[in-house]
């Protein structure tokens, strides 16, 4: 059974950072791009960013371009989330997700297709 397990999540200030993470299991990661979502409260879920099967591609949505940076481990079969500058506007569920295309990870195809397993995630809370 494919599952992710997302941690890293926590309160922080405005103009602070967090690293999020994320355990890919029940298959081989380095086979999927992958990528992370958010959903804030009455809003609808988004793609955050996405890293190519191999990482030589990455996707950032245009609220987080130069702010977040995407990595990934393959031999830990784990994606990463850095995030600085953060503002009270990224405060959301994180999830992570991947896809078997990695023209899923680019601003053609937007994430459109990840799946997720859409657990519980790791919340981020941007607050003063």
């Known amino acids: 059974q494919m599952q992710f397990v997302e941690s890293g999540g926590g309160l922080v200030q405005p103009g602070g950072s967090l690293n999020l993470s994320c355990a890919a299991s029940g298959f081989t990661l380095d086979d999927y791009a992958a990528g992370w979502f958010r959903q804030a409260p009455g809003k609808e879920r988004e793609g955050v960013s996405c890293?190519?099967?191999?990482?030589?591609?990455?996707y950032y949505a245009d609220s987080v371009k130069g702010r977040f940076t995407i990595s990934r481990d393959n031999a830990k079969n784990t994606v990463y989330l850095q995030m600085n500058s953060l503002t009270p506007e990224d405060t959301a569920i994180y999830y992570c997700a991947a896809d078997p295309l990695d023209y899923y990870c680019s601003g053609y195809g937007r994430m459109r297709n990840f799946f997720g397993s859409w657990g519980q995630g790791t919340q981020v809370t941007v607050s003063s």
């Open positions: 890293i190519t099967s191999r990482g030589g591609n990455t």
